[in-house]
């Protein structure tokens, strides 16, 4: 059985983009086995896709010794490794572990050092997805990857590993027909640019007054930040659940609920690989733009201001006026187009 390592150790979001990765190798080599390097955090992605036999942590292989790390990495019998998201640490081990293929990008030096195959592959200026950018990296591989986004779309999948807790069920079954559960995810860690409180505050409201069910989620931090927020709109909340869900089961919840609505973070992806409807708020301005980023899934949608090459808020992303300038009735009409009758359960 051919065994692939696929290496990605930053964000939930990149992450989700990488599971195309997977899925092609899984349709070209039948029966193989693929394992997912990344960092702890991202373990429940690994767990909710079908595409993933195991995960290797990348966090606990750094607390080994230099002998166990490369022990480690040589254990899997790895055929290939797959450098996606490029590590000086990771290739320079795959390198000493034997690994016979290892595929990393051209522009970075090290993998010139420790790949013996190296892609021509410049992400800053290109016009592709970062999902179809990912999938270049299998060239040595894989004879055909410049996949449509269209198939792109269709291996990016998840199902919940967990059951959603009990309370959390009767929490969103708990609504009168027509009623849409909606989760707002209002901030980014900084991982993109924001729509703003005020715009979140504002749809949460109209959602309120049109008959619909308003859920925010975030990290605990995240909601210590939004307890004035949070409090000034508590009327147009069925519920606020920041800092109480664990991974798990944040994607076990948003698997349950209709659709979320958020700026390019984790958990919008999340929700379009849960197959859920999922309303992604974007700028113009390059590389951040939904042709790079937009979530990948049957129902995800996003919204951009139409102004091409946006570098305006280049310099303050803080007071970035393209994305404030999507306002919130524009999210609001894409919601109430939302069918739940079209979702899997």
């Not at 942590?57 to 998201?85: C, K, M, S, T, W």
């Not at 009327?235 to 659709?259: C, S, V």
Request: proline share 9%; net charge positive; hydrophobic share 45%.
């Amino acid at each position: 059985m051919k065994t692939f390592l696929i290496s990605r150790t930053d964000a939930i979001g990149d992450v989700v983009l990488t599971l195309p990765v997977a899925g092609l190798l899984k349709r070209h080599f039948p029966g193989c086995r693929v394992v997912l390097l990344g960092r702890t955090y991202t373990q429940p992605i690994a767990d909710a896709c079908p595409w993933l036999d195991a995960f290797l942590n990348y966090d606990d292989l750094l607390r080994l010794p230099a002998a166990g790390q490369v022990a480690a990495l040589r254990e899997l019998q790895a055929e290939a490794i797959v450098h996606v998201f490029p590590n000086k640490t990771i290739a320079r081990l795959a390198q000493q572990a034997g690994i016979p293929v290892r595929i990393g990008t051209r522009n970075r030096w090290f993998h010139w050092l420790t790949c013996n195959r190296r892609v021509a592959l410049s992400r800053r200026h290109s016009p592709l997805h970062e999902a179809q950018l990912n999938l270049a990296l299998l060239q040595p591989l894989v004879p055909s990857v410049e996949l449509p986004l269209p198939a792109v779309a269709e291996l990016v999948k998840l199902t919940p590993a967990e059951p959603l807790a009990p309370a959390l069920h009767r929490l969103l079954a708990d609504r009168q027909p027509g009623q849409l559960n909606v989760v707002l995810h209002p901030r980014s860690r900084g991982s993109a640019r924001e729509w703003g409180l005020p715009h979140f505050g504002t749809l949460a409201r109209l959602l309120h007054n049109a008959g619909h069910r308003v859920f925010v989620t975030g990290t605990e931090a995240e909601g210590q930040e939004l307890q004035p927020w949070l409090a000034e709109y508590a009327p147009y909340l069925t519920a606020q659940l920041t800092g109480q869900l664990t991974l798990p089961q944040l994607l076990a919840f948003i698997g349950a609920a209709d659709g979320l609505v958020a700026g390019s973070t984790g958990p919008l992806h999340l929700a379009a690989a849960l197959g859920r409807y999922a309303l992604g708020l974007y700028p113009p301005i390059r590389p951040m733009h939904p042709g790079r980023w937009a979530p990948l899934g049957p129902h995800a949608d996003y919204l951009v201001l139409d102004k091409p090459a946006c570098e305006d808020c280049r310099q303050q992303p803080a007071t970035c006026s393209c994305i404030k300038a999507l306002v919130p009735v524009q999210a609001l009409q894409r919601i109430l187009a939302w069918n739940p009758a079209n979702l899997t359960s």
